[in-house]
């Protein structure tokens, strides 16, 4: 059975310190959505983490991120994530084993709903598709083995088919 915590909509600006101790060790998901989380060391916190949603926080591009090798799911949806670069380097190196990643309506994330043009859109995924071989989604589109031929491609990477 998955343990479960959700903190949403709590006006947070870090993660209580008795969560941490009670439930660090054996929480699996954590829901945040809606508070005014900024920095993600905490992870240290939460080694069995698989699943973290920050959607509608405070999470900028140069955010402090804790390795977190288990973590498979994050939702960074609606944040002031500005440089998709700077923003994925750091996450690629401490979250490595990401399957769905989603990031919609960040500046960093163009798409047609945030003025961005289709060409930037394609860009964006083949840029985080490049860095993530495991990514099975991005945003609210599986990713197709044709999109990680092109990201190959376009970055060079090793990307891997799931």
Request: aromatic share 8%; hydrophobic share 35%.
């Amino acid at each position: 059975m998955k343990m479960r915590k959700s903190l949403a909509f709590q006006d947070l600006d870090s993660i209580p310190e008795e969560l941490a101790t009670r439930e660090g060790e054996s929480l699996q998901e954590i829901d945040l959505t809606h508070n005014k989380i900024s920095d993600l060391r905490f992870l240290l916190d939460f080694p069995q983490l698989t699943c973290l949603v920050l959607d509608h926080n405070s999470i900028e591009s140069h955010v402090k991120i804790a390795a977190a090798p288990n973590l498979q799911t994050l939702w960074v949806n609606h944040n002031k994530i500005k440089n998709l670069g700077l923003f994925i380097s750091t996450l690629c190196k401490s979250c490595p084993n990401l399957k769905y990643l989603s990031m919609m309506n960040n500046e960093a994330a163009p798409s047609y709903f945030n003025g961005g043009t289709y060409q930037q859109y394609a860009d964006y995924r083949h840029f985080v598709i490049a860095h993530f071989p495991k990514l099975e989604m991005l945003d609210d589109k599986k990713i197709e083995d044709s999109e990680r031929s092109e990201a190959k491609r376009i970055y060079g990477r090793k990307v891997s088919s799931v």
